[in-house]
């Protein structure tokens, strides 16, 4: 999956995107999803240096978790992403403590981790609407959901198999 936002600027752009692929030398072992813990329904005060979010989506079967991608805009301040065990158990599994809009990646762990069915991926973000933040274009402005980078987004992405197609 590769998902591009492009912003308007008011003059023709030339679009510089490349991507390159490597194809397997063997047959595959499964299917990698993708998967989103979203929020779409919050609202950044004015002038509010850390504005919490949150977001929570179960994974259905039994599978095998690769990485985590955070997503939010340019006022996005940190995301960390938690597990929540159907036992009761929480793991605090991935955090990025300074979200850059310029720096989206993908944070492959290091040995990937298998969950059993009913697992929560539970997503905790914070933004930051303040005059501190260098990249905020209105400090001013209630902030929501939108495509736009002036908008902001909460997504929390992560890569995963499923056990049962393998």
Known sequence: VWQIHYTPTGKREKDL??????????PIKGIMHTAMAGNSRFRIPPHDPAYK???????RRDATIYSFTPHMHV????????LQY?????????????YDFNWQQDYKLVEPLKV????????VAYFDNSEGNPYNPDPSVEVTWGEQ??????????????????
Request: net charge negative.
């Open 17 to 26: 995107s490349k991507v390159g692929m490597i194809f397997a030398d063997e």
């Open 53 to 59: 979010v949150e977001a929570t989506r179960t994974i």
């Open 75 to 82: 006022r996005g301040k940190s995301m960390d992403f938690f």
């Open 86 to 98: 159907p036992d009761g158990r929480e793991s605090h599994v991935c955090s990025i403590p300074k």
């Open 116 to 123: 059993p069915g009913g697992t929560k991926v539970h997503v």
């Open 149 to 166: 980078t002036h908008e902001e987004m909460l997504l929390g992405g992560y890569f995963l198999t499923f056990d049962d197609e393998s």
